[in-house]
């Protein structure tokens, strides 16, 4: 049976039911549940990143799993979700066991009954629940100092003023660094840059310009991508698009306050998440959402970049129809995946990061829905989708790719192996080479209503409503 003191010593430190303590508010939690016998509890937690954390456990032999990448374990949400369930079990909603759930019971060798104890540190003491909820208390009952908020209120303006500063050297290094590159000529510049661009990214790390540094070792990935008689034209424009950058930044208070946010994100500058769902003018959508695709890689600075592109299924006019969750997890916490499964249906508020080209979002709040949900009217054909990319650049030029949503397409094969997505009016979109063998059972399946990447140059499909069922790319 769950009890106190089996999460007393189940506790890594007391630090831990610290933390977890934090994270018992209900507007934490946008879904607990449980199935029918008990044997099995599950939630969603919301973190720092843009999707909840997923947690289950089995209160019988305390197993669990989480998708937070902490290297405690248990972690502070496995032991606020015990604590929860034993302190508030009215909290958890009776419910089936989602796909993510039953697959974990499916996978796991339940182990002996009885509280696995936590590592505790020689001469330490075991971790207690009372002294975390004493410890709360004393915080609450803490006066602020006002002389003290204002030492740490100059100190965070002195920060800032300091990066500012930075951030304005490496767009001179920047600057300086390109016109060397254009005046050595772009017909070597494959060859010769790569060392340079790892330089120069550190270098901007270095000063704050971490958007920046992002930007540059994509480019030395993704030049090796692109065909050889295309690489010239592509330098240029990801140069051009640096360029552009820097100068928006320098000038950035003649700018309108959404793109603002762009250039500023675009350097390197983050916004909280708790500071994003507390802004009044960030735009809300709240509707069924399908995930379109999961899609992970990893980056040169040892973070696995997990993305979630969502479709609205009941979209509306005025607010984008597709939105994109990001979430970093360090490469060395292990293997790690989205958290949403492709195909998966989410009731629930997004909340997008003001832009003058809204796209990526943050989950704010889950909601009850259905599980399942139809795709939504798509416009048709490419034009519409081409039409929305080609006027996002126009108030964005950086910006390296975009979604495109269509109906009533068609795969077909450019060369043996290459294929491509086409519509009715005649418009062709060559594919990423990478997808051509997941692709090719879609090929004579239209028409097909789709959802789209598009670069200038290839699309990466994302998501297909065929008339066999559903494709969906997954991480």
Request: charged residues 25%; hydrophobic residues 45%; glycine residues 8%.
């Amino acid at each position: 049976m769950l009890s106190r003191d089996r999460i007393e010593r189940l506790a890594p430190d007391q630090a831990s039911l610290s933390a977890a303590l934090k994270l018992m508010k209900p507007a934490n939690w946008p879904l607990l549940s449980r199935d029918g016998e008990g044997s099995l509890l599950w939630g969603e937690c919301l973190g720092s990143g843009s999707t909840p954390y997923r947690i289950v456990a089995s209160p019988a032999d305390i197993g669990y799993k989480c998708t937070c990448p902490s290297r405690k374990f248990p972690c502070k949400h496995v032991l606020a979700l015990l604590w929860t369930a034993c302190d508030k079990p009215a909290a958890f909603a009776e419910a089936s066991p989602p796909e993510w759930v039953a697959d974990w019971q499916a996978r796991r060798r339940p182990k002996a009954a009885g509280a696995r104890p936590g590592p505790v540190e020689d001469g330490a003491p075991p971790a207690s629940l009372d002294d975390a909820l004493a410890g709360a208390a004393d915080g609450e009952d803490r006066t602020v100092d006002p002389k003290a908020a204002a030492r740490a209120e100059a100190q965070r303006r002195r920060l800032r003023e300091e990066r500012e500063a930075a951030v304005l050297t490496a767009l001179d290094d920047l600057d300086r660094w390109i016109a060397d590159q254009l005046g050595l000529g772009l017909a070597g510049f494959a060859q010769r840059a790569s060392q340079g661009l790892r330089t120069l990214s550190t270098r901007l790390v270095d000063n704050k310009a971490q958007g920046l540094a992002a930007r540059l070792d994509a480019l030395a990935a993704e030049m090796f991508r692109v065909p050889e008689a295309m690489r010239g034209d592509f330098v240029l424009e990801r140069l051009a698009a640096l360029v552009l950058v820097c100068a928006a930044y320098r000038r950035q208070d003649r700018l309108s306050p959404a793109l603002r946010e762009d250039v500023r994100r675009a350097v390197g500058w983050t916004v909280r998440r708790d500071d994003l769902l507390a802004d009044p003018d960030a735009p809300r959508a709240t509707s069924r959402w399908i995930v379109a695709a999961t899609r992970g890689e990893v980056q040169p600075d040892n973070l696995r970049r997990l993305e979630t592109w969502l479709l609205d299924a009941a979209p509306a006019e005025g607010r984008p129809s597709v939105a994109l969750l990001v979430d970093h997890v360090p490469v060395s916490a292990g293997a790690s995946a989205p958290p949403f499964a492709a195909g998966e249906v989410i009731a629930g508020e997004l909340v997008y990061y003001p832009s003058a080209t809204p796209l990526r979002a943050q989950l704010a709040a889950r909601l009850p829905g259905d599980a399942a949900a139809a795709w939504p009217g798509l416009p048709e054909g490419l034009g519409p989708g081409l039409a929305a990319y080609e006027a996002a650049l126009a108030s964005q030029p950086w910006i390296e790719a975009w979604p495109l949503t269509a109906s009533g397409v068609a795969l077909a094969r450019l060369a043996p192996d290459r294929l491509a997505v086409t519509d009715g009016a005649g418009t062709v979109l060559p594919l990423a080479a990478a997808q051509t063998a997941a692709l090719l059972p879609l090929l004579g399946l239209g028409p097909l209503a789709a959802v789209l990447v598009w670069d200038g140059r290839f699309a990466t499909l994302l998501a297909a409503d065929t008339p066999l069922g559903p494709w969906h790319e997954e991480a």
